[in-house]
């Protein structure tokens, strides 16, 4: 009989919990994955892979499709601002305009420059701006000898 009521009310609990979840996404519009988060001025912000659905010519139809970047910033982490596209795969001139291979990026600041790091097909590019939003400058070329995906900075 006592084990009846634990499973009474773990299940209670479960059922009243269930509305909390997923009140409040952050990214509400579109899908993204991979995301870096820093703390730049008292803002938070957020610098995730966009995912779009494969184009219909696409010849990989069931592999992600990130052809851009976009960056969100909340001062309270409950109202979030999405600043738009920061850098996309037509501005950088060593990817393919069908590429669809820029994913986990990440983002840091060194002396009043924000520098984005990006990968695309198993290079790494670096995009800068005098802000944490954008507007960002891609660099012409990937970083010599950096070859592979998903860069995260480190500062010592």
């Not at 002396?111 to 944490?132: E, W």
Request: glycine share 6%.
């Amino acid at each position: 009989m006592k084990l009846q009521n634990y499973g009474f009310l773990a299940g209670a609990l479960m059922l009243l919990s269930a509305p909390l979840m997923a009140q409040n996404p952050i990214i509400r519009d579109n899908f993204s994955a991979d995301p870096s988060a820093h703390v730049f001025n008292g803002r938070v912000y957020l610098y995730p892979s966009h995912d779009i659905p494969a184009p219909y010519d696409y010849n990989r139809k069931d592999w992600f499709c990130m052809a851009d970047y976009h960056v969100y910033s909340s001062d309270n982490l409950v109202d979030w601002v999405d600043h738009g596209v920061i850098v996309d795969q037509s501005y950088v001139p060593w990817v393919g305009a069908h590429s669809y291979n820029m994913w986990a990026p990440d983002c840091n600041e060194k002396d009043g420059k924000y520098y984005f790091y990006f990968p695309a097909n198993n290079r790494i590019g670096v995009a800068t701006s005098d802000q944490p939003y954008g507007p960002f400058r891609v660099d012409q070329q990937p970083i010599q000898g950096a070859n592979g995906i998903d860069p995260c900075i480190f500062i010592d």
